[in-house]
């Protein structure tokens, strides 16, 4: 589950900057807000205890 979320991270990382540089700059940050958040070492919704 851990590698899942963290592709799922890289994608939503890559989409975020893409969206920067087209000049989406609120949607990139949300997008590079949720990387972080779903990413290895931020929140993860799999972390057990």
């Not at 963290?6 to 969206?19: D, E, T, Y």
């Not at 087209?22 to 990139?28: D, P, T």
């Amino acid at each position: 589950m851990n590698l899942l979320l963290s592709i799922a991270a890289v994608i939503l990382a890559i989409m975020g900057i893409v969206s920067l540089i087209n000049g989406a700059v609120l949607y990139g940050i949300i997008l590079l807000i949720a990387a972080a958040v779903i990413g290895p070492g931020g929140y993860s919704i799999a972390r057990t205890r």
